[in-house]
């Protein structure tokens, strides 16, 4: 009796630490990543990021920050919908080391001047670092 108890206890263990794993895989990181920056959430975009990336991301935030203060000074900021952001594919190099992500992402209005309806294809680099996959952000 007591064993079958522990092979349960075993096989439950086992399946939850399996499900809780699937934190790191390349669509995940993407998807964290698209989430936060879309959302101007800058702090938890950064965490997705290689470190190599973190200084164009910065000039990246600065660039936003400018932006939308000046566009705030003129009026022109719109309120920021809800990004709707969907996987569409993920390819995986053979080495196991490097991936490129596909999302759609729409609905993402920052400011009235450059607002864009429908669908946009965009497409996230990542590479492993200390063995967690991470977005290579180029500042684009």
Not at 27 to 50: M, Q
Not at 59 to 85: G, M, Q, Y
């Amino acid at each position: 009796l007591n064993m079958k108890l522990i092979s349960k206890f075993m096989l439950l263990s086992v399946l939850f630490i399996i499900g809780c794993s699937g934190g790191n895989t390349p669509e995940s990181v993407a998807l964290e990543f698209a989430e936060a920056y879309y959302r101007l959430d800058f702090d938890g975009a950064r965490k997705y990021c290689t470190k190599h990336s973190q200084s164009k991301l910065e000039k990246t935030i600065r660039f936003i920050e400018e932006f939308r203060e000046k566009a705030a000074s003129e009026n022109k900021v719109e309120e920021l919908d809800e990004p709707k952001i969907a996987f569409q594919n993920c390819e995986i190099s053979e080495d196991g080391e490097k991936a490129v992500v596909h999302l759609s992402v729409e609905s993402v209005l920052m400011f009235k001047m450059n607002s864009k309806e429908g669908p946009s294809d965009v497409r996230f680099e990542l590479m492993k670092e200390d063995g967690k996959w991470k977005v290579v952000y180029d500042g684009k």
